[in-house]
């Protein structure tokens, strides 16, 4: 597969700035950038506490990207079609987080979104074995999610090469999303081990800007 088709970079919001957020994702768009990253975290799943419905349904009128809205919340089952109403084009959740992994991927889709579940840095991927048929794209964290600016945990690396055999085995169209501490010197390692779309917020939104930050990441991705 072509390189630059295979590649996708998805700004996380979670590192924008939020006082101007409409001109952020304009930004990351007129950049190159693939997808909006939205982070959603309730302060009970992770301790921390960000952004929800509201925000998604008024950024959607700013931008003609998907919106990949990263549900890290307990019980996300609850809120998975007011969060495609708002706007939404790609949902992903924990699996730590719900006794409900299968209904919620067929919530997802029956919302019209794209499903996706998200890993935890501990979390076995042995769970995926009996839900791939209903996931689109597959959340490798490679930090312990909650909080931006951390910095990636290497021994992900032989997660995401496990996860990728497990894609190829059954032989489907899933995409693995790679979260946390993607930057320039870390992406081209994790393109090697089989991940596809990157979340980047701090290695985006930083001193340089996102459009040189968006071409290194993906010059490093090539380069591999």
């Known amino acids: 597969m072509d390189i630059d088709k295979k590649i996708l970079i998805a ?47 008024s950024i959607k009128p700013c931008t003609k990207l998907p919106l990949d809205v990263h549900l890290m919340i307990l019980e996300p089952e609850r809120y998975i079609q007011q969060f495609a109403e708002a706007g939404a084009t790609h949902i992903s959740f924990h699996t730590e987080a719900t006794q409900h992994v299968y209904s919620t991927l067929k919530a997802v889709r029956n919302a019209g979104c794209k499903s996706g579940v998200a890993l935890c840095p501990a979390t076995p991927i042995q769970i995926l074995e009996n839900i791939l048929e209903t996931i689109d794209f597959i959340v490798i964290m490679t930090v312990e999610p909650g909080f931006g600016g951390q910095k990636f945990i290497p021994e992900m690396l032989q997660k995401i090469k496990a996860v990728r055999r497990l894609i190829e085995k059954h032989s489907l169209p899933v995409d693995i999303q790679v979260d946390g501490g993607i930057k320039k010197d870390t992406i ?6 089989g991940g596809n779309v990157f979340v980047s917020g701090s290695g985006v939104f930083n001193s340089v800007g996102p459009t040189e930050s968006i071409r290194a990441l993906r010059e490093a991705a090539k380069s591999y």
């Open 188 to 193: 081209g390692p994790v393109v090697r081990a």
């Open 11 to 57: 700004p996380s919001i979670l590192s924008a700035d939020m006082a101007h957020l409409a001109d952020e994702i304009k930004a990351i768009e007129s950049a190159g950038a693939d997808w909006v990253h939205v982070d959603v975290m309730d302060g009970r799943f992770v301790p921390n506490i960000t952004i929800g419905i509201p925000v998604v349904a």
